[in-house]
């Protein structure tokens, strides 16, 4: 089956650098997908990631290995307006997003 | 940004109720979705059109009829809800389903509570 593992909640410090870790398992792979999502809100896009390596956009960077089937975000210099839930998706072989739980980010003074 | 706009908010109906989700797209997009989304799990996708035909109705109760008019505005239609239907309803669009890997820009949700 497919699948999308990320930890259900992580704890940081502001200033501090946190990482997101998610590894999935696809009928296929056509890249994959990080969201922010404040609560109550709409998730907004973040990053796409379809070939192996680091993307890096400001304070915000995603990793990939497709060998693996891993992949994660890095948050540097957290802020307070960095708390929100952060999710993994994973396209499959027929573009569908398999997606993940989410990572619930609390931010600490 | 209000790329992606769903009302109402917020809803709360009756078992016996019929009420009707709207979300309306403002950024050119031709593929529009319906999700749900529960406390604690996956997104999970419900209904997907792409050029206003339906392509993907992932084993979803009739209970929940969608109706996509044209590329801008999609709506589901609710009725005999059960409590457990209660959760966020996410509308999407992306630019098209074409074997394209699209990201998918997202309303900010109605939130649905069913007594």
């Known amino acids: 089956g497919q699948n999308i593992d990320q930890p259900t909640e992580m704890t940081a410090t502001e200033g501090a650098i946190v990482q997101i870790n998610c590894t999935y398992q696809?009928?296929?792979?056509?890249?994959l997908f990080w969201y922010q999502q404040h609560a109550g809100e709409a998730p907004t896009f973040l990053s796409y990631?379809?070939l192996d390596g680091l993307e890096e956009k400001g304070r915000f960077s995603s990793f990939l290995s497709r060998s693996k089937g891993y992949s994660y975000l890095l948050l540097k210099e957290l802020q307070m307006k960095d708390s929100a839930s952060y999710l993994c998706a994973a396209m499959d072989s027929n573009y569908q997003l398999i997606w993940g739980a989410g990572t619930k980010l609390i931010i600490k003074p | 940004e209000t790329g992606v706009t769903q009302t109402p908010r917020h809803l709360v109906m009756g078992m016996t109720n019929k009420k009707s989700l709207k979300c309306e797209q403002h950024l050119g997009h031709n593929a529009m979705y319906w999700y749900k989304q529960s406390a604690k799990k996956p997104l999970e996708l419900m209904f997907v059109y792409n050029f206003k035909e339906q392509t993907e109705n992932n084993s979803v109760p009739s209970r929940f009829s969608p109706e996509c008019p044209n590329s801008s505005h999609l709506f589901l239609h609710l009725h005999t809800l059960q409590p457990e239907d209660s959760a966020l309803y996410l509308c999407a669009s992306s630019q098209a389903l074409a074997g394209g890997t699209d990201t998918q820009y997202f309303g900010p949700g109605t939130r649905l509570t069913v007594l």
């Open positions: 990631n379809v």
């Open positions: 696809t009928s296929g792979f056509n890249g």
